[in-house]
Nanobody, 124 residues
Framework: QVQLEESGGGLVQAGGSLRLSCVAS????????MGWFRQAPGQAREFVAA????????LYADSVKDRFTISRAYAQSTVYLEMTSLKPEDTAVYYC?????????????????WGQGTQVTVSA
């Protein structure tokens, strides 16, 4: 069993930045892809970004490309999501997830462990 814990969410003005962190309870991520998803009220959970097991290949939703950066630090079993130029439409609960395989994908069904989420609110 793997536990994932997100942190770093909060309230920020449009145009601001936040960095989310996701710490794994054990070093499962050394062989697994990782991803970030988000869910706004009344909407389905959507893919944000993913990174492969080596940390040298990333994938982004079009809506966040060039604004968000996913990275990972193996020593700390941590995955980060650096968010810049935030917009009100980025407001959501952000979840990190550990993939079943070595590559993070856009499909949430390909992830088997999820964190509890951290709230990000962007004011206009």
């Amino acid at each position: 069993q793997v536990q994932l814990e997100e942190s770093g969410g909060g309230l920020v003005q449009a145009g601001g930045s936040l960095r989310l962190s996701c710490v794994a309870s054990r070093r499962t991520s050394s062989n697994n892809g990782m991803g970030w998803f988000r869910q706004a009220p009344g909407q389905a959970r959507e893919f944000v970004a993913a990174i492969n097991w080596r940390g040298d290949s990333t994938l982004y939703a079009d809506s966040v490309k060039d604004r968000f950066t996913i990275s990972r630090a193996y020593a700390q079993s941590t995955v980060y999501l650096e968010m810049t130029s935030l917009k009100p439409e980025d407001t959501a609960v952000y979840y990190c997830a550990s993939a079943r395989g070595a590559w993070g994908t856009r499909n949430p069904s390909e992830y088997n462990y999820w964190g509890q989420g951290t709230q990000v609110t962007v004011s206009a």
